[in-house]
């Protein structure tokens, strides 16, 4: 069983930066995949980049794209979400995610079998 912790969220400034950690105790060699996920009140959870752990291949969402990097650490325990230049729309829960079976579309939720419980993220003006 894959847990997934995530931490660093906060209330921050437009302009600003966070860093997001994505805890994955006992990390499983079968992960293939991990991503991350955001979700604001009353919109659907939007897929904001994911990296391939193995490759470290990582892939973004046209909105963060130059602004956020994804990595992970070289003994593959934690996961990273770098946030630059921060804006008001970046307001969301955050969610690290991840997969042990090859992902085809890694911006569908679908794709992730395993979630942490999200972390808070607002942008203020």
């Known amino acids: 069983l894959v847990q997934l912790v995530e931490s660093g969220g906060g209330s921050v400034q437009a302009g600003g930066s966070l860093r997001l950690s994505c805890a994955a105790p006992?990390?499983?060699?079968?992960?293939?995949?991990m991503g991350w996920f955001r979700q604001a009140p009353g919109k659907e959870r939007e897929w904001v980049a994911t990296?391939?752990?193995?490759?470290?291949?990582?892939y973004y969402a046209d909105s963060v794209q130059g602004r956020f990097t994804i990595s992970q650490d070289n003994a593959k325990i934690t996961l990273y979400l770098q946030m630059n230049s921060l804006k008001p729309e970046d307001t969301a829960m955050y969610y690290c995610?991840?997969?042990?079976?090859?992902?085809?579309?890694?911006?569908?939720?679908?794709?992730?079998?395993?979630w942490g419980q999200g972390t808070q993220v607002t942008v203020s003006n």
């Open positions: 990296i391939s752990t193995r490759a470290a291949v990582t």
């Open positions: 006992g990390y499983a060699a079968g992960i293939i995949y």
């Open positions: 995610a991840a997969s042990s079976a090859p992902v085809i579309s890694v911006g569908s939720p679908s794709a992730y079998g395993y």
